[in-house]
């Protein structure tokens, strides 16, 4: 019984911190009036996007900056797995704790997602 608990305590707690805000948000990229409380007019801000005159400058930069992004991060982690794969440093067990800081990303996007699932008339909101 304690056994079975504790799985499905395991289990609900990463769908409540990161599976939910996710829906969440999906929702409100399908449904334009979710956070109305209205699953009306499914997909009915598409037509508005794809109207508009600044989206491919805005595409455009945010793939610009994903390339960057990329290209820097291969510039900097490249030199940097070959230093500690090949080479004896001291403290290796510091440069791996270093190495493993680009990981908690993730969780800032998730914390980020619950900012915006419970602010201020959003979803959660009374």
């Known amino acids: 019984m304690k056994q079975t608990f504790l799985s499905g305590a395991t289990l609900a707690a990463p769908v409540m911190l990161v599976a939910l805000p996710l829906v969440f ?7 334009p009036h979710f956070s109305a409380g209205s699953l009306g007019d499914a997909f009915g801000g598409i037509p508005a996007l794809l109207a508009d005159p600044q989206l491919p ?12 992004v990329a290209l ?5 982690g490249l030199p940097l797995g ?4 090949m080479f004896s440093l001291p403290l290796p067990r510091l ?3 270093l190495f493993l ?5 993730p969780p800032y996007i998730s914390a980020l ?4 699932a419970l602010q201020s008339r959003a979803i959660c909101s009374s």
Do not use: E, H, K, Y
């Open 25 to 31: 948000i999906l929702l409100q990229a399908i449904f």
């Open 113 to 116: 997602s619950w900012m915006l």
């Open 95 to 97: 440069w791996d704790l």
């Open 82 to 85: 070959i230093l500690r794969g």
């Open 101 to 105: 800081i680009p990981f908690l990303t």
């Open 57 to 68: 400058a805005m595409l455009g930069g945010t793939l610009w900056i994903a390339a960057g």
């Open 72 to 76: 820097v991060s291969v510039m900097i």
